[in-house]
Every structure is written in structure tokens, then in C-alpha cells.
């Protein structure tokens, strides 16, 4: 039977391992359950956002906490101090993905409803709101 050191370290590394999935989805690779080449193809080649610089520095910046976790773990801090950190960095990639999402409603559905009235930019509304 593990003990309960033993059993904490594998529930932490399953929450690292779960905060590092959010970061991939929050915009470091493409959407898992997206269609190769997105979902209209005029949207996926766009220019980048005005926010997009400041969003790849927090995701940057989040990496860089939840490294510093990982290094928590394998030196066998307070599970307490542990917690509190991967709180901060599921926050943190938390806000970033709201950002991300809010600046695609706002600018690009926004622009291919403006410009095509076509009914299939609804079905890319529909599937990045499931990521909120």
C-alpha cells in the first residue's frame, strides 16, 4: 500500500501535469479537437493581435512559475507551499486563456461576421466558448 508521501507526489504530479495540458491549450499548440487547417480557413490566417505579445510573455511567465514548482516537488517541499504555487500558476494560465478567447470574440468573429455573414462562423463561436 503507498504511503501517503507517496500518494500526495503522485496527485501533485497529475496537477503539474494538468497545469502544463493548460498551458498547450492556452495558446502554446493548436486546439486538440480543431480541424487541420482551423475551422474557417480565412480566420486561421490572420495577423496577430495587439495583445497576442502580452499574452506569450505571461504564458512565458507561467512556465517559468510552474518549473519553479516542479523543482518544489523533487526537493521535497511542504505540500502546503506546493498547492499555493500551482494555484498561482492555474490562475495565472486561467486569466490568459480568458484573454485569448475575449480578443478573438471581440476582433476576429467580429471581422468574419462584418465581412462574410456566413452562418459557419457561429461554429467556431460555439466551439472556443467551451474553452472558457
Excluded: W
Excluded at 519553479?68 to 486569466?95: F, N, R, T, W
Amino acid at each position: 500500500m503507498p504511503t501517503a508521501k507517496a500518494m500526495v507526489s503522485t496527485t501533485l504530479r497529475q496537477y503539474v501535469i494538468r497545469c502544463l495540458i493548460l498551458l498547450v491549450s492556452a495558446g502554446l499548440g493548436p486546439l486538440a479537437s480543431s480541424p487541420p487547417g482551423g475551422y474557417i480557413s480565412h480566420m486561421t490566417k490572420h495577423a496577430p493581435h495587439a495583445t497576442h505579445p502580452e499574452i506569450v510573455k505571461r504564458l512565458k511567465r507561467a512556465n517559468g512559475h510552474l518549473l519553479s514548482v516542479i523543482k518544489m516537488i523533487e526537493s521535497g517541499q511542504p505540500c502546503v507551499d506546493i498547492a499555493q504555487q500551482l494555484h498561482a500558476v492555474e490562475k495565472a494560465v486561467l486569466q490568459t486563456k480568458r484573454t485569448l478567447i475575449q480578443d478573438h470574440i471581440d476582433h476576429c468573429l467580429d471581422d468574419a461576421l462584418a465581412s462574410s455573414g456566413d452562418a459557419s462562423v457561429a461554429v467556431e463561436f460555439k466551439a472556443i466558448t467551451k474553452y472558457l
